[in-house]
């Protein structure tokens, strides 16, 4: 059973670009959390998303960020117009319920 | 509101003796879950122990244990017997059904076993 996979790995952007960010769930998860972090610091929530819906995105930035998880695919994290500050590790964890949420390698993020 | 604290921000460590990480909790929601993340310079994140706030014992996996102390709101992180391998960030985090089971985490301690 493949762990929650994330790609790319590492993902160069210049400024005013879009990142695109995937995330693919365990099998048999339905729950997918979206999480950044910056350097030196911890992870900070973003957004919780099941299967077509978005459940919580209070973590998110109102404008540039959005989510989705599609019937079928990965859950993707999407950043419009990156600017520097959007430079951070990106991890996506995933459960089957509300327990434990197992995560992905995480995406790294910089932006030129 | 919710929040976790980690008060050490590093830690050197001789290898094979015991470490302690402090984490510390704030909480309304008599429910509640506490996580243990390690993170090495690889990146990802690896889950290492839970403790539900129910639970009666304290978890306890392999060379991890953790240290519930409810009524401090504690959640110690306890690795016997250090070894270098052990050099990592680690994360403590706490889920709370009110938060929409996000994950509430801590800044981390970067612990450093010295040979």
């Known amino acids: 059973n493949a762990g929650v996979m994330q790609n790319p790995r590492h993902l160069v952007r210049r400024r005013g670009q879009e990142a695109r960010l995937r995330c693919s769930p365990m099998k048999g998860h339905s729950h997918v959390y979206w999480y950044r972090q910056l350097p030196e610091e911890g992870l900070k929530f973003m957004v919780y998303?099941?299967?077509?819906?978005?459940?919580?995105e209070s973590g998110m930035p109102k404008e540039r960020f959005s989510a989705e998880f599609p019937k079928e695919g990965p859950s993707i994290l999407r950043i419009q117009q990156v600017v520097r500050g959007d430079s951070a590790a990106y991890f996506c964890a995933s459960s089957r319920n509300t327990n434990e949420q197992f995560f992905g390698p995480g995406t790294r993020l910089t932006v030129l | 509101a919710q929040k976790i604290t980690q008060t050490q921000p590093g830690m050197f460590v001789q290898e094979k003796e015991a470490v302690t990480l402090d984490c510390t909790y704030d909480t309304s929601d008599p429910s509640y879950g506490l996580f243990w993340y390690k993170q090495p310079s690889s990146g990802e994140m690896i889950f290492l122990i839970y403790?539900?706030?129910?639970d009666q014992q304290n978890a306890t996996e392999g060379r991890y244990s953790l240290n519930f102390q409810k009524a401090r709101k504690s959640a110690n992180l306890v690795i016997s017997a250090s070894q270098l391998g052990d050099s990592a960030m680690y994360f403590c985090a706490m889920r709370v059904p009110d938060s929409n089971y996000q994950l509430i985490w801590g800044a981390g301690t970067k612990l450093i076993i010295k040979p």
């Open positions: 998303l099941q299967k077509e819906n978005i459940i919580d």
């Open positions: 403790q539900g706030s129910y």
